[in-house]
Nanobody
Framework: QVQLVESGGGLVQPGGSLRLSCAAS????????IGWFRQAPGKEREGVSF???????YYVNSAKGRFTISRDNAKITVYLQMDSLRPEDTALYYC?????????????????WGQGTQVTVSS
């Protein structure tokens, strides 16, 4: 049974930082991609950053230069370090797993999802 548990969200002022964690368990896949997605009220869920099992990364334009995705190699925990946060980054952030090592961006391609962690950027 695959489980994903996100943590690390909260309220932060514009320009601040947060580090989100995605703790994965029950993995039996040799190849995978973990993606961070977000969904703001009234908007579609969108991909933010992606990490493959062989270490490749991908960032959407809004995340480039501000967000960093990484992994704890001792366990399958994937982090999203978010710096220079903006009010438009406010959303519910999810991690999800795609069960191949091809980085895909559409949320419908992801098979397992966590419950999400809220990020609010406001002064």
């Amino acid at each position: 049974q695959v489980q994903l548990v996100e943590s690390g969200g909260g309220l932060v002022q514009p320009g601040g930082s947060l580090r989100l964690s995605c703790a994965a368990s029950g993995f039996t896949f040799d190849s995978w991609v973990i993606g961070w997605f977000r969904q703001a009220p009234g908007k579609e869920r969108e991909g933010v950053s992606f990490l493959s099992s062989d270490g490749r990364t991908y960032y959407v334009n809004s995340a480039k230069g501000r967000f960093t995705i990484s992994r704890d190699n001792a366990k399958i925990t994937v982090y999203l370090q978010m710096d220079s946060l903006r009010p438009e980054d406010t959303a519910l952030y999810y991690c999800a797993v795609h069960t191949s090592d091809r980085i895909v961006l559409h949320p419908l391609r992801y098979d397992y999802w966590g419950q999400g962690t809220q990020v609010t950027v406001s002064s």
